[in-house]
């Protein structure tokens, strides 16, 4: 067996010498970064909303407990609190912070006042009520989903000139290692702020792994049809990331898949030698209207999702009662149909025109979340978060291979700092969206922030004509306006 094994170690070795520069071999290692960046982004949507919820109302109950609590009562005697998190109902006794938890079916030898304590309807004990608790947790959940976005928008500005000077190899793997951190830091936090600071921490490596992985795909698929095709297998990555909603509770196979993935990270990405090259400035790229239109349906497309993922679990909890599986399970056709959207339009879009896929793209977001608020249980969810989903699957396959595209007409051929622009476009929808869509949905309610947001994915589709035949950089004039001008200029003998 020790041989055997051997033999296999060595027969892997040759394989990724002779793979040194392998353009496949890149591409899995891009697809593996982007997975393990959604996965902890997307898994821990569903549960934190019911989690901080259960953190304020309990300590809520508790302060109300010991406020109304009678002076004369025996120490002996025992209080409940019934928790919605975990389906259990919570026995304090004469100490205020002594409680211990106990399942809803073994409370039969508690206080009577339990069931007081208990949902009014005990089919669904997920049910909490509609009040200004719960209202107030679209601001909480949203600032907690969009710290993550607005640490990697600052972050991204100098990721991508970074990547140019440096290459793509530093900092992939600086991504990989502190997102292995965040992982950790998000499985143990037990507080609000420590989830806020394992959120931010994310952000920082995000940026680092998704600009330095999206610059090397186009830096090595330099045909614009290859190109699309790889950036498509490689958003598949974030698609399987967006899966996770239904491994909500697995955070340790999370941290163990991160570590991994670090270690494969370290051993492939010390065998490429990419050169830097000096690209065109941020600025530059900044003041391209074609380069701001791709952005603009990215970051437009994208905030869809990110309004919607911090605001429907609380919506469905004032309106379904569901249960927790329920929550989780919500999102994942618009997983599925991500995948199926991006794997099926990266090779289409280049074929039918990718200015006209992410025009039909963008209205197609707009009208599914319209009709989000309408459904009236989780199944009436799975239509329109399945073509939210695909939706942005058209556009992501679209945009990312005209960023490249854009660049290589219009300015020097080296990627890292317009994927950076792209990547601060991705992070504005889901910096703003979840903040502003929170405050929106407090406000003016959940049904109102869906009209909002797919009403101006409809008004923005059309700017995605201007990216049908966009002028490259030294436009070719008719040879009789050439010779004329070469005629008035020379030089009289």
Known sequence: MGRLDTLREFNLLSWMREERQSRKLILVIVFIALLLDNMLLTV?????????????????????????????????????????????VRVTSGAPMDSTPIPLGQTQGVSSSTSALTPHNSTQPDCPKADDQLLNENVKVGLLFASKATVQLITNPFIGPLTNRIGYQIPMFAGFCIMFLSTIMFAFSSSYTLLFLARSMQGVGSSCSSVAGMGMLASVYTDDEERGNAIGIALGGLAMGVLDHILAAFFVLICFDRLMALCLALHFLSLFSLQSQKGSSLWSLMKDPYILIAAGSICFANMAIAMLEPALPIWMMETMCPRKWQLGIAFVPASISYLIGTNIFGVLAHKMGRWLCALIGMVLVGVSILCVPFAKDIYGLILPNFGVGFAIGMVDSSMMPIMGYLVDLRHVSVYGTVYAIADVAFCMGFAL?????????????????????????????????????????????????VTQLWVERKPSC
């Not at 869906?450 to 059309?462: E, K, Q, R, S, Y």
């Open 44 to 88: 821990v949507v569903p549960i934190i909303p019911s989690y901080l919820y259960t953190i304020d109302d309990a300590a809520a109950n508790m302060a109300k407990n010991h406020t109304t609590a009678s002076p004369h009562t025996p120490s002996g005697t025992f209080q409940t609190i019934v928790s919605l998190y975990d389906n259990s």
């Open 433 to 481: 969206g979840p903040s502003a869509g929170g405050a929106i949905a407090k406000s003016i309610g959940f049904s109102w922030l869906m009209t909002i947001i797919g009403v101006v994915d409809i008004l923005f589709a059309p700017l995605c004509y201007f990216l049908r035949s966009p002028p490259g950089r030294e436009e070719k004039m008719p040879v009789d306006v």
